[in-house]
């Protein structure tokens, strides 16, 4: 191009639409191997955010599983996890979202039910095919008269459990959260994770193995972890060996367990083998047919290696992406992973192990709506070391547009991007929600703020007790690194975030004046109120990152958004989901009636149909240029093209 049009920061024309983040998009989940053929689940929001168990044949062709409006997604710890298995002779069985049931399909029929009807208070996730292939093993989540129990079942496939529930057979149970059951190769063991409130399953968790005597599991053996040691993914490597990951180190690493001896680690090394167990049925290896382990690893980055457990040798492949989702699976010398870069879509992948060669199965974008690379930020990955403060690790993503220049001497503002958990990871990678901004003008700086994962066990210990205080002093303190750098301009940022990353925004608005503007996606604004009305999953979370109720009533209401909300500093925008259990709307109606009676500027957007997240088409439209819109507003632009949100007052 000859010459770009001069327009201020904001103001740039983009081919990068909020209808772009959605149009023939999808995410992915849980590739799984069956014999020749790879299935996955991709969720669309252009079919009102429903899951779709997809099979790709041996010919390469692609194939729905479940019609529309069936929805293959599972509602235990509400975040759910592994929610189908493929059967013999290219049969399905799945979690239907609405009411919960598992439904079998064979090839050609409608699905029928294999648990009865129970107004979704029997939920289904981990789904395994039994040794036997004639029942399914799961984690099982039973609700009633306001509590509820969880065990590891065994849901016969011939249907003799579709009115009766007392044929679902229960293994085991013992504790509040169970996860990973695995049957030993001779069928005559289960090993499974175990743990109670207030741990979760990052903090602590307990690999227990038990004797299968009638199918069931009456008694077990703690053989690794305790309420200060995380364990993750345990895979029998024979009838009496297993391969699992613990974090005793301070790093989750791979380790051999045999009995009598000491927990062997295989490859000692300050990286990460594992990420926080929010989905139940997450893995990060697989076993070699030779005895090798394919593994996803790293510090920040991530790459896939080969491990030799007899030597400890750790060879990696030559692969082009900076990240790994942890849903992978293993045949043979085949690999199927989620995998990201920052110039092309979420892909999921097939890694022949044997040559190093990938295959990109299908990308999370049609090619006809990828934009042109040039309109893409390119990421910077670095740590950040503001002046006496702690290292950061961040992503960096400048304002880019070839058709387009800001004026001499202005600088951009910089929306600064907290995720959730307070546990999750950010990677480099092609994301449209943040090309959307930069490609208008508006950088994005995307925080891994103590707390997140990726890092080891004492970066993620950061955020004990502190929540709300080093998220916040993390993301302010990156902010205000890259203005010192020159790169932003320190009138106009803002900071937003999802879930827990909603309420550091609000934490930030009430704490700081760093910010000119706060968006909270469905962020929590009360800490007593929400600890009190969250889901169980989550019900005693905040005992590690914030203390214990009642002897830490006062801090709860200290750290609260809601009790400062006369300090606001700034404008706020609340995205809330009406259908939302982990952080229910009250939540953000609290905060926003406070900032009305304040006179404080603010909008309140409720989202009908939508749980925590947004999956639906016209959602992810709506609250994507609500966003950019608020944003135009408040700190001074006009985007071309967005309709005015309405600001109160």
């Keep these: 191009m000859s010459a770009q049009n001069t327009a201020p920061y904001g103001e740039w024309i983009s081919p990068i639409e909020a209808a772009s983040l959605t149009r023939g998009g999808r995410a992915f989940g849980f590739p799984t191997f069956a014999g ?10 252009d079919e009102s955010g429903r899951s779709v168990v997809v099979r790709r044949r041996a010919d390469g062709e692609r194939v729905d599983l479940i019609p529309q409006p069936w929805n293959a997604r599972s509602r235990v710890h509400e975040y759910g996890g592994v929610s189908y298995v493929p059967l013999p002779d290219g049969a399905l069985a799945f979690v239907e979202f609405t009411d919960q049931r598992l439904y079998r399909v064979d090839p050609g029929e409608d699905p029928v039910p294999l648990t009865p009807e129970s107004g979704a208070k029997l939920r289904f ?18 609700h009633s008269a306001g509590d509820l129990e969880r065990a590891i079942v065994a849901v016969p496939l011939d249907g003799s459990a579709a009115n009766d529930a007392s044929a679902i057979r229960e293994l085991v149970s013992g504790s509040r959260f169970l996860s990973n059951p695995r049957v030993s190769p001779d069928g005559t063991k289960l090993s499974w994770l175990a743990w109670d409130h207030p741990n979760m399953p990052w903090d602590g968790t307990e690999l227990r193995i038990g004797a299968i005597e009638n199918g069931r599991v009456d008694s077990w053996d703690v053989v690794l972890g305790g309420p200060a040691e995380a364990v993750y993914q345990p895979e029998w490597a024979s009838n009496d060996e297993l391969y699992v990951v613990t974090d005793r180190s301070g790093f989750w690493n791979l380790y051999r367990l045999e009995p009598g001896n000491d927990p062997e680690p295989l490859h000692p090394v300050e990286e990460e083998f594992a990420q926080p167990l929010w989905l139940l049925g997450m893995r990060t290896y697989g076993v070699l047919p030779d005895g090798r382990i394919a593994a996803v690893h790293g510090l920040g980055v991530q790459r896939i290696g080969i491990l030799d457990p007899a030597t400890g040798a750790l060879d990696d492949l030559d692969l082009p992406f900076s990240g790994f989702e942890v849903m992978v699976d293993i045949s043979g010398s085949r690999f199927a992973a989620l995998a990201y870069r920052p110039d092309r879509p979420t892909s999921l992948i097939v890694v022949d192990l044997a040559t190093g060669a990938h295959e990109v199965v299908r990308e999370a974008y049609e090619a006809d ?70 490609s208008r003008g508006i950088g994005v700086l995307d925080v891994n703020y103590g707390g997140s994962s990726g890092y080891g066990r004492a970066y993620r210990e950061r955020l004990n007790k502190q929540w709300g205080v080093v998220d916040v002093e993390d993301s302010v303190a990156a902010a205000q690194a890259l203005v010192e750098r020159g790169d932003a301009d320190p009138a106009r940022l803002t900071i937003r975030g999802g879930s827990a990353g909603g309420w550091t925004a609000l934490c930030a608005a009430v704490a700081t004046e760093t910010f000119a503007a706060a968006n909270s996606l469905f962020g929590p604004a009360d800490l007593r109120s929400f600890a009190a009305t969250t889901h169980d ?44 259990r982990v952080v229910p709307k009250e939540q953000s109606q609290l905060f926003a009636d406070a900032l009305r009676d304040l006179g404080i500027r603010h909008a309140l957007i409720m ?26 507003q408040v700190l001074g632009f006009t985007p071309p093209g967005v309709r005015p949100i309405d600001i109160t007052p």
């Design 36 to 45: 020749d053929e790879l299935w996955w689940t991709e969720a669309r929001p």
């Design 125 to 142: 996730a981990e789904l395994q095919l039994s040794p036997d292939q004639a029942e399914i093993l799961c984690i099982h989540e039973r």
């Design 369 to 438: 709506v990828v934009p042109d690379a040039t309109y893409l930020p390119v990421a910077e990955s670095t740590t950040l070391r503001p002046a006496g403060g702690r290292e950061v690790h961040v992503h960096i993503y400048p304002p880019r547009n070839p058709d387009f220049q800001a004026p001499d001497g202005e600088l951009p503002p910089y929306a600064v991007f907290v995720h959730g958990g307070p546990t999750a990871m950010q990677h480099a990678k092609y994301d449209l929600s943040i090309a959307y901004l930069t």
């Design 537 to 580: 999953f989550e019900a005693r979370y905040l005992d590690g990152l914030i203390g214990s109720q009642p002897e830490d009533a006062a801090i709860y209401d200290e750290r609260s958004p809601i009790t400062h909300v006369a300090k606001t500093s700034c404008p706020v925008l609340i995205l809330q989901g009406e259908e939302d």
């Design 607 to 632: 989202f009908p149909g939508e749980q925590h997240g947004f999956r639906k088409t016209e959602s992810i439209i709506a609250a994507t240029e609500a966003e950019l819109s608020f944003y135009g």
